[in-house]
């Protein structure tokens, strides 16, 4: 990287349906996306089945959502030699839930983010969820709430109009910022 450079840091907010890939250039908020687009409403937006509690989920499989949310992502990365390219990542590393097909799949959507990284140079961590709350916020169990009101507060150019998400992919990202000596916190 060239000196005086902009640093360009994205954090990843993984779930077994869509990536929320936020940026952090010059320790300011410079965009969020979702891989892909429509993951947040194929999650949240399911019909419940006629007279029963339980939704609908959608058609795709894991392993289609998976290469869906790897499809998106990989193709909107900009090149290591591209103009804009990345620096680094975080990767909110899978949280451990009582439901081992779950937490394969978070697994493997996680380790296919990296893999897709990796394989373009870019350097990867992975964030433990109590670990980046605890060291950016100050709480361990921050809730999406606390989350947001954090985000607003702190990180500077966000919009207050981010999913849950793409909130907390901003913020791992800034903690990444902080890391890197880009900002303070």
Do not use: C
Not at 18 to 25: D, G, R
Not at 27 to 35: A, C, E, I, R, T
């Amino acid at each position: 990287m060239e000196k005086g450079a902009a640093i360009r840091i994205i954090g990843i907010d993984t779930n077994s349906f869509f990536l929320a890939v936020s940026l952090i250039e010059d320790g300011k908020f410079s965009g969020s996306y979702l891989f892909p687009p429509d993951g947040p409403a194929r999650r949240y937006d399911q019909p419940k089945r006629d007279g029963s509690k339980n939704k609908v989920y959608e058609n795709r499989s894991a392993l289609e959502r998976l290469d869906a949310m790897a499809d998106g992502f990989s193709t909107w990365l900009p090149r290591p030699t591209a103009v804009g390219a990345i620096d680094y990542a975080y990767i909110e590393a899978p949280p451990f839930v009582n439901n081992v097909k779950t937490f394969a799949e978070l697994t493997a959507v996680v380790m296919v983010t990296r893999e897709v990284l990796r394989l373009d140079g870019i350097g990867v961590s992975l964030a433990n969820v109590s670990t980046w709350k605890k060291r950016t916020i100050g709480n361990a169990k921050a809730d999406k709430s606390e989350i947001r009101a954090w985000a607003l507060a702190h990180i500077p150019d966000i919009p207050d109009t981010l999913t849950e998400d793409e909130m907390d992919a901003a913020v791992i990202a800034f903690g990444g910022a902080v890391a890197a000596g880009e900002v303070r916190s």
